[in-house]
């Protein structure tokens, strides 16, 4: 088995198939956790899979370039920013409300 | 040519009124009643000295006996449709305007003078001389209409006028039930003359390029248009236009004129439109003397004359027009005998009398046109003999306050400038010499004999016994005899303001038939019909004696003659006391079938399947709002996921279509 795994070299659809499976399991998670700080991960997940499909198109695709590497690290640029925001606004809602469940904040409804 | 002062300035005779109807109405009224009274009677009074004036200069110019020529003497530019079709209003002044000009003026404002007196003390005294001078200005500006559209608009001021002054005593039931009806039948009847107007307009456009031409225009005024009379009376319009056929034997011409005397049998009240004219008795009573005796009824009659030409070309219409006359003197004169108000008797007599002058106009022709003269003639003298009997019903009525001549009786001695002025009116409407009705009724039954309308020669004749009877009968029963009434006994004589407009109408019924009505109106060349025709002024005479006779059997004495006679009639003196149960067939007719089989299963249909269709779409829209809005839930994930579905299967539904 490690032998059989060493030999074989990852190629571009086995890249592909991971960042997707990240993608789905990040939509999963947004769509289903109820709590604000799980959707801000699951985020996150959604973000890292976007930002590695440029890193392996850039290495199977364009080996001389470097703008997929350069578009991933403004990815990664800003999802810290906003992760930084979204935390300082849940710990704001934490203060207020005493809780983050998201299926409570339907105050934009009215 | 130069015209005389007042014919160049004949516009100041409607203007007179329209100008007095603002002032009294937005300045005087408010501030002081009396002088409303005396500002609107004083202007009436100027408009008819310059009528007077008119006619004479009128009559210096044309010498009577010779041709007279209608003159415009004043018009401006008014509706502008296009090139070639414009509405000018004017002044018309030819024989026939004159004399309605004076007869207008002259009974106006003697019921203007009257009306100061009769009305004194009633609230709404300055509304009503208001109403009066509309009423004169409208009415003036029919007279003088030049073209179809300007008599038109009036036309329908006067009717406006009429409602107004029927409806008066807007706090009486009745009185607002009967301006209804006279508003709606006389509406009812402008359509058919709308119509009219417009098939005249029509094709009075459409043949102008060829006809128009062949017409000289006058010096000075404006180009002649399609709508003036003068070209709508023309003998080549004529001659032209009958010759398109339209349907069921008639010519367009035929069609085009019975629609317009539509018009003017609803405003003269001919059979079967005339029901409104004996409930308009619920206005004031000069008004009665005023617009529903003397000047507005006779519209319909002065319309007719006014486009003879145009009947006489179509014999159709101009039979339709003596027969229809005829046979409503006829029924209105068998309805006035059994009446007991006083001035529904009188209405009934208005209407008897319409319908002599109507078949007077039937029966004459462009050749021969004595009826034509006769009936202007009696249109002339009727609203003198009316008007006063009117007048002096309304000071019986103002003395003993009932319109039920079985509750007034001797006032004879009581009243008697009053009595004696209805008498004289009596024996005028009766025909007897020497007072004006003997001359004009003899000219309108000569006119139908030499026309070889021999029945309706003999209608008229038997209507000349008919009128003197039931006059006479509320002459009896009003004057003669002993009180039968509480109010009767305490009866006294109108005041000077009152018996003044009576004691001059009293002198213009007894001599107005003296005056040479056919040198001065005449169509075309002179008609020689001067003195009396003895072969129908005895006969009438004679029908006339009788009724009187007769009146006097039943009547002049308490007795119970009249009453054997009622009951010996039995179910036919009924039917005639019911007029004919004519209202009656009329509410059948309009509440049983028009409005219960088209008017309810209309007013269902808009009901439910028009206003259901507009509140069907609009209960769709509101209910598929507010079901869609439940989808707003305010939770980001439920919204997550319709994106995230929707763009499933979105991405499907591309890949389908491209692969």
């Known amino acids: 088995m490690t032998t059989f795994l060493a030999a074989q070299t990852p190629g571009l659809t086995h890249w592909i198939v991971l960042s997707g499976v990240l993608f789905a399991i990040g939509v999963y998670g947004l769509l289903t956790r109820r709590n604000a700080i799980g959707v801000l991960m699951s985020i996150e997940l959604m973000l890292n899979s976007a930002a590695l499909n440029f890193v392996v198109f850039n290495h199977f695709r364009a080996p001389a370039g470097v703008d997929g590497q350069i578009m991933a690290i403004f990815v990664i640029a800003v999802a810290a920013a906003e992760a930084v925001i979204a935390m300082a606004i849940f710990v704001a809602i934490y203060r207020r409300r005493g809780t983050l469940d998201v299926t409570s904040m339907d105050a934009l409804k009215d | 040519m130069e015209h005389g002062f007042v014919i160049a300035h004949a516009w100041l005779i409607p203007a007179l009124p329209l100008v007095s109807f603002a002032l009294v109405g937005l300045f005087i009224r408010p501030l002081s009643a009396r002088w409303a009274g005396i500002v609107a009677t004083s202007s009436i009074g100027l408009a008819a000295a310059l009528a007077y004036t008119l006619a004479w200069e009128y009559w210096t110019l044309f010498p009577a006996g010779q041709h007279a020529e209608s003159l415009v003497p004043w018009s401006m530019e008014w509706l502008r449709y296009k090139e070639g079709l414009v509405v000018n209003i004017g002044v018309l002044v030819d024989p026939i305007s004159i004399v309605l000009m004076v007869v207008v003026t002259t009974v106006s404002g003697l019921v203007h003078l009257y009306s100061i007196g009769y009305m004194h003390g009633e609230t709404g005294y300055g509304r009503y001389f208001t109403y009066l001078n509309l009423f004169t200005f409208s009415m003036l500006g029919l007279v003088v209409a030049p073209n179809i559209v300007q008599m038109y608009v009036c036309w329908e001021l006067v009717g406006v006028s009429s409602f107004l002054l029927i409806g008066f005593y807007y706090d009486r039931p009745s009185a607002v039930a009967a301006s209804k009806k006279a508003f709606i039948v006389t509406r009812f009847a402008d359509l058919g003359f709308m119509v009219g107007v417009l098939v005249l307009g029509y094709w009075g456009y459409g043949l102008f390029e060829t006809v128009a031409p062949a017409l000289a225009t006058e010096p000075g005024a404006l180009p002649l248009q399609p709508f003036d009379f003068r070209y709508l009376n023309s003998p080549e319009f004529l001659a032209a236009f009958g010759s398109i056929p339209a349907f069921f034997g008639l010519s367009l011409l035929s069609v085009a004129m019975l629609l317009v005397y539509t018009g003017a049998a609803g405003k003269s009240a001919m059979f079967p439109l005339h029901i409104w004219l004996p409930d308009a008795m619920e206005g004031p009573t000069p008004v009665s003397a005023l617009i529903h005796a003397a000047t507005m009824v006779v519209a319909g009659v002065y319309l007719t004359a006014r486009l003879f030409p145009a009947f006489a070309a179509s014999e159709d219409a101009l039979l339709a027009v003596a027969y229809i006359g005829g046979f409503t003197s006829l029924f209105a004169a068998v309805i006035a005998l059994t009446q007991d108000d006083i001035k529904r008797v009188l209405a009934f007599s208005t209407l008897s009398q319409l319908g002599y002058m109507m078949m007077a106009l039937g029966v004459s022709q462009m050749a021969e046109s004595l009826g034509y003269t006769a009936s202007m003639f009696h249109l002339f003298t009727h609203a003198f003999f009316k008007a006063l ?271």
């Open chain 2, 389 to 659: 009997l009117f007048l002096g019903a309304g000071a019986v009525i103002h003395a003993v306050h009932t319109n039920d001549i079985w509750q007034m009786g001797g006032l004879a001695r009581k009243m008697p400038i009053t009595h004696l002025t209805f008498l004289v009116a009596t024996l005028a409407i009766s025909g007897i010499w020497p007072f004006a009705g003997f001359f004009s009724k003899d000219e309108i039954l000569a006119a139908a004999l030499h026309g070889h309308f021999t029945v309706l020669f003999y209608v008229a004749l038997f209507v000349a016994g008919l009128t003197a009877f039931y006059m006479f009968r509320i002459y009896f029963v009003t004057f003669w005899g002993a009180h039968r009434a509480h109010g009767a006994e305490h009866a006294h004589e109108a005041p000077l303001v009152m018996t003044l407009p009576l004691m001059i109408l009293g002198v213009l019924s007894a001599v107005a038939g003296f005056v040479p009505f056919g040198q001065y109106v005449h169509m075309g060349e002179h008609v020689e019909h001067g003195g009396i025709d003895f072969a129908v002024a005895l006969p009438a005479t004679l029908a006339a004696l009788a009724g009187i006779g007769l009146s006097a059997f039943f009547y002049a004495t308490a007795s119970e003659r009249a009453a054997k006679a009622a009951r010996f009639f039995g179910r036919a003196y009924r039917v005639v006391k019911q007029k004919f149960y004519v209202d009656e067939l009329y509410l059948f007719v309009t509440k049983q079938i028009i409005f219960h089989l088209i008017a309810r299963p209309i007013a269902w249909f808009d009901r439910h399947v028009v206003d259901g269709g507009v509140n069907l779409s609009g209960w769709s829209i509101r209910t598929l709002g507010s079901e869609s809005s439940r989808l707003q839930t305010g939770q980001v994930q439920t919204y997550g996921l319709w994106f995230a579905g929707g763009s499933v299967v979105l991405l499907f539904l591309i890949w389908a279509v491209h692969v």
